[in-house]
């Protein structure tokens, strides 16, 4: 087995990621940054960012690219692997084992792995995936030009992606099983101000339907009601949350009931040496603002662990050299 040695690792290129290894270069740590994609992670699916503070409109892919270049900036690119697991030897260190085989070796690990979209769990889904069952709407909006669509969800992404689905569709129905969206003010004013977008509150979808060619409709049920209909759409895009990737974390580490990786107010998680950030981390918002706040401060937090792990190596050798000069006086 191979082993590459490094003060630190960063698993994720996303805000979070990129942002952690524009710290850890500015600050001349010994860092890989290991991401299975490419860089940018949420900010790949994101039509415009309007909330970056000093950028009041980026598009999410060029904001990844100028995240990109900064960090390389300060000597830190990106390293393709997909980690596979993540595991400690017997001195703490953890080894983060690639899908090439290769295993990076650090004693910290800023873990900023993201999460992948929730499935629905219905039936037409699996089949239906890729032939209008879609989970990101700057990949898949332009194919549904003129057509109707469905967004299921009631949050931010389903807010704001169906506003942009507008775009494309001749009709924008948001269906949501609550009677209220929980996205924010100003994302739900934007959808619902637009002469496209429709909502249907309180259903749930029990099935996507279609044929050989694709979707053609949802059979829709009023979770307060229980009368079921349908409805006729070709695209179906599904906003329901994310799963955080945690599943390569080789011991338990502390989470809450989402399964979102718990930190203490320095990033840091249950396990010595693992810090969090991004949308991995169990916090109240999920922002690209955050994601870069919370990396900043794991980075910082990694090093001062490093230097702390490096004092208490140090002050041992001493003590045992001072062990042995007594043994041999
Ligand atoms: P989210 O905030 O977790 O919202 C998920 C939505 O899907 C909720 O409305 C939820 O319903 C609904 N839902 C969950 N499971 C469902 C199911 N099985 N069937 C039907 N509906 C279901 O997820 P998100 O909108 O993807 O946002 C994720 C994070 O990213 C959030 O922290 C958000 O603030 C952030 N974000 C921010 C922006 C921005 O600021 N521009 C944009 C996108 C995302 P209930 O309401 O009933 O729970």
């Not at 099983?177 to 101000?193: H, I, K, Y």
Request: aromatic fraction near 6%; glycine fraction near 12%.
């Amino acid at each position: 087995m191979e082993f590459i040695d490094h003060e630190l690792i960063i698993v994720g290129a996303g805000p979070a990621g990129l942002c952690a290894a524009l710290y850890a270069g500015r600050s001349e740590m010994d860092v890989v940054m290991l991401e299975a994609g490419i860089p940018g992670g949420q900010l790949l699916l994101t039509e415009l960012v309007d909330d970056y503070p000093g950028l009041e409109d980026v598009g999410g892919m060029e904001l990844a690219q100028k995240m990109v270049d900064h960090a390389a900036k300060f000597g830190v690119e990106m390293t393709r692997g997909q980690v596979q697991k993540i595991t400690r030897d017997d001195e703490g260190r953890f080894l983060a084992e690639v899908d090439d085989g290769t295993v990076y070796r650090a004693p910290a690990v800023v873990y900023t792995a993201g999460g992948t979209p929730k499935r629905l769990g219905v039936p037409g889904e699996e089949k239906f995936m890729g032939k209008g069952v879609t989970y990101c709407a700057i990949c898949d909006g332009a194919f549904f030009k003129g057509e109707d669509i469905a967004v299921i969800g009631g949050g931010d992404s389903a807010a704001e992606e169906g506003e942009f689905l507008t775009r494309y569709g001749s009709s924008v129905t948001l269906i949501h099983r609550r009677g209220e969206l929980r996205a924010q003010a100003v994302l739900q004013r934007r959808f619902l101000e637009n002469p496209k977008s429709k909502t249907i509150f309180h259903t749930v979808v029990d099935e996507i339907l279609g044929d050989e060619k694709g979707v053609t409709g949802l059979a829709l049920r009023n979770v307060e009601t229980g009368e079921t209909s349908e409805l006729s759409v070709t695209g179906v895009f599904i906003f329901i949350g994310f799963t955080p990737n945690v599943d390569v974390i080789g011991e338990h580490v502390g989470h809450d009931a989402s399964g979102y990786i718990e930190t203490d107010r320095d990033m840091r998680t249950s396990i010595p040496g693992l810090f969090v950030a991004g949308d991995v981390r169990s916090q109240l918002v999920r922002q690209i603002t955050t994601a870069v706040g919370d990396a900043t401060t794991a980075v910082f937090a990694a090093e001062k662990y490093l230097l702390d792990l490096k004092e208490q190596r140090d002050e041992r050798e001493t003590s045992s050299e001072r062990a042995q000069e007594a043994q041999t006086a």
